[in-house]
């Protein structure tokens, strides 16, 4: 029996950059198809993420799955492999990290899914604290708090991860205030299962507690430490917001935007560097008293007409092969221009937007997500990004800069623009640069400093030997951002060259490895991938043909890029350090 979307009868304004013209439509959606796909019950599977590839475009192949639905049967599950040395991963409910985080690399491996473990299990009201299992959406969450008229007060943006999910990979929405923005500088406590030996029944469960070292272990733990079961929260009193865009030249940004995020709680800058334009979220805590029943429903997390995806993305792959960079500018300005008149999916009382400011419950207005609605079959409406249409397709390089580096590299960004003007407009496609505030964390693997979040996101093709338009300003900017910065990688996000030498980068990660090493001695919950990032095995650059153009490698050679193309290896414009895949002749 299928769920029925929440607005079956979903009426929407549909940007629709092809044809030019405004129409609605009544459609129902569909919700993205699980990450695990077994050839037999729950054995031979294989699994990906949301978008069907990694970077590195492999498939990860594993003989079982499991999906229990209580702290016991984890522990069954935990239990069972550890006994006969089986590698695991947890996985979740959608599997939205773009890095190779839940592939066990061994084919006799098991994934453990999370899918099934979505309860509260406690909220205690007075002290503001919430304890659920580890595969709860980010959606529940919230709804789940506001029913006891309490609030997260940052989230990311989409509400489509899981908790033990945005744990694994240090989520976060923005804000410098508090605590900061991410979701795991909340947590006061958590249940982990690990691996034990035989006197523990081979698996064994910790309880951590607020104070406890090791829980700055467990808040970021990239799962490679077993399996998060329970987590607690501590929440906020329900609470307003009143959020307003402005839109400005970017010619002070880079003097702008490191104290913009002490000016307001929530803020925000989506920056649009070819149109040399930013947008300023100007966000904050209101009384409630304040009148206004705003909701957020993000243009870009609605169900989206397979159709006009598949036209979307012919007109960018066209533009592509063409090399059209002033008709992706314009496509970019229609794109950007619709989003800004529709107020980027904010509506002023749940149906339509008015003007600013738009005010509203916390829960309403902090995350969003409606393409995961209704589980219909037909694909006559998907998330943008999902790979069963003909639909985005994209790499995204996501690199926190500390604030005393935020100038440089927006004013780097904007040296490169002076040179080649039409150069971001690819990047526009996607609503531009996203800069979102983080704050220093505890956490082992959190943030080190207090910085902004830069989130770039551009056309990747279908075909790994094609390189992209203006495929060097791309690589400079990634490279300026990881090497000359020492930018942090989102670990849920990114290329795998943005992470080259990442743990170096972190004050505690030694004691991170340390707690591994107690909790999981026999390492049966890391994979090669877990292990180059953690800086225990090389390989994670892959040498060969063209491997620049997918972020596999950082060009050493002309081989590297796509010199059949017309594409070579070159030293970047701005920053001498880089070594970029440059366009030479007009091929
Ligand atoms: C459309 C979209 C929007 C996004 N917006 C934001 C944003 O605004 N801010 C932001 O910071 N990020 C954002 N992200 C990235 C996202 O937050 C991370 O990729 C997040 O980790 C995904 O959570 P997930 O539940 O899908 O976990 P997965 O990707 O499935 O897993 C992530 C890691 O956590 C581990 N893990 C999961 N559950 C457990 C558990 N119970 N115990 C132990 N380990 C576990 C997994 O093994 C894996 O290593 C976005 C992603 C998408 C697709
Ligand atoms: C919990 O997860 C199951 C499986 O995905 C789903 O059917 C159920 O609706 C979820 N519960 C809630 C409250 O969302
Ligand atoms: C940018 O806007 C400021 C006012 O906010 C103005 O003084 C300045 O001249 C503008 N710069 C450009 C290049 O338009
Ligand atoms: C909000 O309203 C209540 C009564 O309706 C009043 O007592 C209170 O002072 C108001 N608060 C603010 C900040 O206006």
């Known amino acids: 029996m299928p769920i029925l979307c929440s607005q079956r009868i979903n009426m929407r304004i549909c940007y629709q950059s092809l044809f030019h013209f405004l129409f609605i439509l009544m459609v129902d959606c569909t919700p993205p198809e699980d990450p695990i796909k077994c050839s037999s019950g729950t054995r031979n599977c294989i699994i990906t993420n949301t978008y069907g590839m990694f970077p590195d475009r492999s498939i990860c192949r594993e003989a ?44 006799d491996g098991l994934i453990i899914s999370t899918k099934y ?64 923005s991410s979701i795991h500088d909340y947590v006061v406590g958590l249940r982990i299962v690990t691996p034990g030996g035989p006197e ?66 929530f803020a925000d800058i989506t920056w649009y560097p070819s149109q040399r334009k930013a947008v300023y ?64 999916g904010l509506k002023n009382n749940g149906l339509a937007f008015i003007g600013y400011p738009v005010v509203g419950y916390q829960n309403r207005l902090q995350s969003s997500g409606s393409c995961l609605d209704s589980l219909e079959d037909e694909l006559i409406t998907a998330c943008p990004w999902d790979p069963r249409v003909k639909g985005q397709f994209f790499h995204q390089t996501t690199l926190s800069i500390g604030l005393s580096n935020v100038k440089s590299f927006i004013q780097d960004v904007q040296k490169l623009v002076d040179l080649e003007p039409n150069s971001l407009c690819g990047v526009e496609l996607y609503n531009g640069i ?21 989130d770039i996101t551009y056309y990747r093709s279908k075909d790994p030997m094609i390189p992209r338009l203006y495929e060097d300003i791309l690589e400079e900017i990634e490279q300026i951002g990881v090497f000359k910065y020492g930018g942090l ?18 004050r505690n990660a030694e004691q991170f490895l340390k707690v591994k090493k107690v909790y999981d001695p026999d390492a049966l919950f890391s994979s090669e991938w877990t292990d ?38 070159r030293p970047g414009k701005v920053y001498q350090g880089a070594r970029v895949c440059t366009r030479l002749n007009s091929k």
């Open 64 to 107: 079982n799955a499991a999906y229990p639905t209580s702290e016991d049967e984890i522990i069954q599950a935990v239990a069972f492999a550890t006994k006969s040395r089986k590698k695991m991963k947890v996985t979740t409910r959608y599997s939205h990290s773009i890095p190779k985080l839940v592939c066990p690399d061994d084919e």
């Open 117 to 180: 473990l979505n309860r509260t299990l406690r909220i205690d009201q007075s002290a503001m604290m919430m304890t659920m299992e580890s595969g709860l959406t980010l959606r529940q969450l919230i709804n789940e708090a506001a029913k006891a008229g309490l609030a997260l007060p940052y989230a990311p943006y989409f509400w489509g991860m899981t908790l033990g999910g945005m744990l694994g990979t240090g989520a976060h929405g923005s804000s410098l205030w508090g605590k900061g």
């Open 200 to 265: 523990d029944g081979f698996a064994k469960v910790r309880v951590l507690d607020h104070g406890q070292a090791d829980l700055e272990a467990a808040k970021v733990s990239l799962g490679v430490l077993g399996v998060i079961s329970q987590v607690t929260l501590k929440l906020q009193p329900l609470f307003k917001r009143s959020i307003t865009y402005l839109i400005r030249n970017d010619s002070d940004l880079a003097d702008e935007a490191a104290s913009y995020g002490n000016q307001h709680e």
């Open 281 to 344: 979220k100007k966000d904050d805590r209101v009384s409630t008293n304040i009148s206004g029943n705003g909701v957020n429903d993000f243009t870009g997390f609605q169900s989206t007409l397979t159709i006009e995806l598949a036209a979307n993305r012919a007109l960018e792959e066209s533009q592509e092969a063409t090399k059209n960079g002033d008709g992706k500018c314009s496509t970019s300005r229609l794109i950007t221009s619709l989003l800004s008149a529709t107020a980027y």
């Open 434 to 454: 996203l800069m979102r505030y983080v704050k220093a964390s505890s956490a082992y693997l959190g943030k080190q400093e207090d910085g902004i979040d830069f």
């Open 489 to 506: 990688p989102h670990w849920g996000k990114n290329r795998n060259i943005a992470f080259d030498g990442v743990i170096r980068k972190y």
């Open 532 to 569: 180059q990032i953690l800086g225990l095995k090389d390989g994670l650059e892959i040498v060969k043909d063209g491997c620049a153009l997918e972020g596999l490698c950082i060009c050493s050679q002309d081989s590297h890029c796509a010199p059949s193309e017309g594409y070579f290896c």
